[in-house]
């Protein structure tokens, strides 16, 4: 399994930008996750797409950030809009087979990461 971040980039207080994360090497259905780390804070799952299409948000991004997937790409994106300056971290996108939990220890596979600076 490998997944690929990019995207990222600085942007001004209010602004958009949109991730994507492609992944290679899955062979069925699987929960994707995106998470970002804050310097000197742990990993924060933000939002999270299931097998079956279902979506979950972490309330500090509920509104503002949408999870999608194209199954032709193999590709999950992360529409960003109404950035803050507490959105600035590296985010990362990661897989496991069901999204019973947004924990990040519980997923397996995960990207390099891509930075995301809000100022």
């Known amino acids: 399994v490998q997944l690929v971040e990019s995207g990222g980039g600085s942007v001004q207080p209010g602004g958009s930008l949109t991730l994507s994360c492609a992944a290679s090497g899955l062979t069925a259905s699987r929960c994707m996750g995106w998470f970002r780390q804050a310097p000197g804070k742990a990993h924060e799952g933000i939002a999270g797409?299931?097998?079956?299409?279902?979506?979950s948000y972490e309330s500090s991004v509920k509104g503002r950030f949408t999870i999608s997937k194209d199954n032709a790409k193999n590709t999950v994106y992360l529409q960003m809009n109404s950035l803050k300056d507490e959105d600035t971290a590296m985010y990362y996108c990661?897989?496991?087979?069901?999204?019973?939990?947004?924990?990040?220890?519980?997923?397996?596979?995960w990207g390099q990461g891509t930075q995301v600076t809000v100022s």
């Open positions: 990661a897989t496991r087979r069901y999204c019973t939990t947004m924990s990040p220890a519980a997923f397996g596979y």
């Open positions: 797409l299931g097998v079956l299409g279902e979506k």
